[in-house]
């Protein structure tokens, strides 16, 4: 497996002081989540969440402050193997594409190719995606096909950084969109989504097609896609001089404005300056995104309260509401970053906001099925 592969090439290894620092980081973790719970009725937000969440956030939290990239890369694992342990725990079919440029779809059960959701996963562009992430979108899967909408979900295994850098995970998206085009479905019963790293994939893929990006394939639409749905989408990347308001930093969210900034930087070496639009979605010229209704009919947007994240997601979407009448924007009540998904990592589906994402999903796919 190539994402396998990548982990034992010298930039990734682990020296024997790496290991070290990640048993030192998990040996205090029972104290933390002990002083999570001491806390929990003392805090609006402690008291807003069940105490599951606030030991997984103060967990993750301790990890992402704690480790550098190499480290947090052993630790989260790769994409392939998640979604090969994930498949064998629910019993379902490995279905795997070879797409070109070292990418994969991964199937998230049955290929079907009536409709179609591109999944892209979050995890910095540095890190595989999150071990509930396939969970959650077998749960949409299920859920569309209760309301007679059947649904493959695709979800990219792309190439991480610093093994490759921009454009290959454009140009990886890309390719797989195209890969479904290729098999058959129409424009119009394909929605994208991508949560956090992945809806700022999102941003490039619809950049791309507005500003072409030398050396990625072009992807030309008969029609618009049905829709793009961004989870907490990364749409501030650097910050290296804390000029910019984060509000929301250590009122409950599992990533801080340190962090972000750490992983943004590292994103950004040696990329050139040309490429800011598409990898700083806040910095795109004002007129970036013109012409953004012929590539997608709608977008859902959605953030946490408490993110860390949480003002430059809202700032993104005022930009996008301009460019496309059919934008929603969701702002979770005590949500933190990504909070649908990382709630799945306790199998927790009941959040409002999760079924409003169904709703969402579900009324693209509708939507669309009229407009054509």
């Not at 098999?183 to 893929?205: C, Y």
Request: net charge positive; aromatic share 10%.
């Amino acid at each position: 497996m190539p994402d396998a592969n990548n982990a034992l090439l010298p930039r990734n290894r682990l020296t024997f002081f790496d290991r070290v620092k990640i048993l030192l980081t998990l040996l205090p973790i029972p104290v933390y989540l002990t002083w999570a719970v001491i806390k929990k009725p003392f805090t609006s937000f402690g008291r807003a969440k069940p105490l599951s969440r606030l030991i997984l956030y103060r967990a993750v939290y301790s990890l992402t402050t704690s480790l550098n990239r190499k480290q947090l890369r052993v630790v989260f694992g790769t994409t392939r193997k998640m979604y090969d342990d994930f498949t064998k725990s629910k019993g379902l079919p490995q279905v795997v594409e070879e797409i070109g440029e070292d990418s994969r779809l991964l199937w998230i059960g049955p290929k079907h190719t009536d409709r179609v959701i591109v999944y892209f996963h979050g995890g910095a562009y540095l890190f595989g995606a999150l071990g509930s992430a396939p969970a959650f979108w077998f749960w949409m899967r299920k859920s569309l096909e209760e309301k007679g909408k059947p649904v493959g979900v695709a979800m990219l295994n792309y190439t991480l950084i610093p093994d490759r850098t921009f454009p290959t995970q454009l140009k990886q998206a890309v390719l797989a969109i195209q890969h479904v085009l290729d098999s058959g479905v129409k424009p119009e019963n394909i929605q994208l989504a991508g949560d956090s790293a992945g809806g700022l994939l999102i941003h490039q893929v619809l950049s791309h097609m507005l500003h072409p990006v030398e050396g990625v394939p072009a992807l030309n639409l008969d029609t618009p896609l049905a829709g793009a749905f961004m989870m907490s989408p990364w749409t501030r990347l650097r910050d290296p001089q804390r000029k910019y308001n984060y509000r929301t930093d250590n009122k409950g969210d599992f990533l801080t404005a340190k962090v972000v900034n750490y992983w943004g930087q590292t994103v950004m070496e040696g990329v050139p300056e040309s490429a800011t639009p598409y990898l700083e979605a806040n910095e795109a010229p004002e007129s970036w995104l013109d012409g953004l209704p012929k590539c997608t009919r709608r977008i859902l947007i959605t953030a946490g309260n408490v993110e860390v994240l949480r003002d430059e997601i809202i700032k993104y979407s005022r930009t996008v509401e301009k460019h496309l009448k059919d934008t929603t924007t969701i702002v979770q009540e005590n949500g933190v970053h990504i909070d649908p998904i990382a709630d799945f990592l306790v199998n927790d589906s009941s959040a409002p906001l999760t079924s409003d994402i169904l709703g969402w999903l579900d009324a693209s796919f509708s939507a669309s099925a009229s407009a054509s």
